[in-house]
């Protein structure tokens, strides 16, 4: 339950929720945010495919993915079937998707360019119940449930159910036309262990103990997102400050500032604007064994402040 307060000297005064009236007004006011909520490009509202209607579709730039918005009103809905019944219908309308992106967004994309395994389905509603919370989770599953409050007149909150489950969706049974078993083929939720372990089944243990000094300093900094990519690990504030790509040799690591932002006066760093490349920035370094990490902090804060900072 989030409590939020105003404050006057030291007097704290609460903000209640205030009731939100449609779902349509949650529709509007995601749909209008949508990069700054999620980091996505808008592509259409009530997009009809089939015989179904999409609340929201959005486009995932640097996934090179779609992501399906759904706002829940029904609490008895289960959000495990609608969500794998959407990515069902997605995976077999591939065509209708990459139009409606053209039609809408006026930039050519091609199938091949669609990363489809990062396809992924996010729910919004004031309220979940627990059965719904406790359906999605599994370590695999590719779908968000985000509660949304308004506070006061002005304050609009958002918060993630998220899930520590080591189980898989697999496990779940099946119905009768394997529906899941069919999305879970071409779909995949990548996850810290993938990148760990199973990417390379002979990860040397001194890599998994430098990436996890790295990590264990990299969220001493602040607020700070993990998410995991198919090729690689993003930290964000706001936006990708950092990734990180595991390999059996060290670290690959990316700093997200444009040519020129980063001070770097003992030039650890490689200039990769316009070099193509897995993650975001135009600067990169390997770290190894003898890499000296504060120093690699002190490049990588230079990103997170400036991420920190931008509006």
Known sequence: ?????????????????????????????????????????????????????????????????????????????????QGYTYLSIMLNNKSDFILE????????????DVDWSQSRVIFISPNFTEYQKQSINFKDIP????????????????V??????????KSLPNDK????????????????DYHL?????????????????????????????????????????????TDIVIYNKGLYILINLKRGMLKDPNKETKDMKGLGHWGNGDYSTTVKKDTDLDYLMFLINQSYKFHNEKK
């Not at 495919?49 to 999409?54: A, D, L, M, P």
């Not at 409050?149 to 002005?154: A, L, R």
């Open 1 to 81: 339950m989030m409590k939020l307060f105003s404050k006057s000297r030291n007097k704290l005064t609460k903000i209640p929720i205030t009731e939100i009236k449609s779902e349509k007004e949650i529709q509007t006011l995601i749909e209008t945010n949508l990069d700054e909520l999620f980091n996505l490009e808008f592509v259409k509202s009530e997009f009809a495919v089939k015989n179904f209607r999409i609340d929201t579709l959005g486009f995932d730039k640097e996934n090179k993915s779609f992501v399906i918005i759904e706002y829940k009103k029904n609490k008895n809905s289960s959000v495990i079937d």
């Open 101 to 112: 992106y053209f039609e809408n967004c006026n930039h050519t994309l091609k199938k091949k």
């Open 143 to 158: 779908f968000e449930l985000w509660e949304i409050k308004t506070f006061g007149k002005n304050l609009i909150g958002l």
């Open 160 to 169: 993630e159910h998220k899930t520590d489950s080591i189980e898989s969706v």
């Open 177 to 192: 036309d394997n529906i899941i078993k069919k999305v879970s083929k071409e779909v995949k939720v990548y996850t810290e």
């Open 197 to 241: 372990y199973e990417r390379s089944k002979n990860r040397p243990q001194w890599v998994i103990e430098l990436y996890m000094a790295i990590k264990e300093k990299i969220l001493n900094l602040g607020e700070v997102e993990v998410v995991f990519r198919g090729d690689y690990i993003s930290f964000r504030k706001n936006r990708p400050f």
